[in-house]
């Protein structure tokens, strides 16, 4: 939601700029300059200034996001994702033996209404207002975990852990996919996040 917010706030900026710049070409067209207007310092310290303050206004933002995604407090639920050649392997760190292997369905055994390459045998099931974090890896190759409705996405290295969190705020199914070329079917390796209440996740787990 906070990206969300960020990316219609910069769509309002570029609004601005774009309509200042059209502006001032068509006053350009439409009237003759004088000498006074091209030599005056006010206009050249008008625009050193206010380009600078559109880039703190944009900045101080993007910075605010970044810091919030990076921080990572007490997760309620730990994952572990691990990129294979081409599918995911999830363990639930938090639980005994709760892993699975996680692959795409085949479009002939896809059910009615599911949508094709984006649907897995395993969905991932966390629960709904509760931080997760997710740590991720690979298994051979370079491969990537991104979500972007979740507004995830963190490489999976082999031999290195990248850990990436996010907080669901409703109930719902967040679809993702590879977006690392690791071979001839890294298309082919979709991610589903199943977003639901507390009381169900205890239900599922179990």
Known sequence: EELVEFHDHAL???????????????LMLAEKLSSNTVDAQEVELIWTILPAIVL?????????ILYMMDEIDEPDLTLKAIGHQWYWAYEY??????????????TTELPSGHFRLLEVDHRIVIPMESPIRI???????????????????TDAIPGRLNQTSFITTR??????????????????????VES??????EHWST
């Open 12 to 26: 309002m900026v570029a609004l601005a700029i774009c309509s200042l710049v059209l502006y001032l070409l068509t």
């Open 56 to 64: 703190i206004l944009l900045a101080l933002p993007s910075l605010q």
């Open 93 to 106: 760190t938090d639980f005994k033996d709760l892993t699975f292997d996680s692959y795409m369905i085949p």
């Open 135 to 153: 740590i991720i890896t690979a298994n051979d190759v370079l491969h990537s975990w991104a979500v972007p409705s979740l507004g995830v996405k």
């Open 171 to 192: 109930p719902g199914v967040f679809y993702g996919q590879c977006s690392e070329i690791c071979g001839a079917n890294h298309s082919y390796m979709p991610i589903v």
């Open 196 to 201: 639901t209440p507390l009381t169900h996740f």
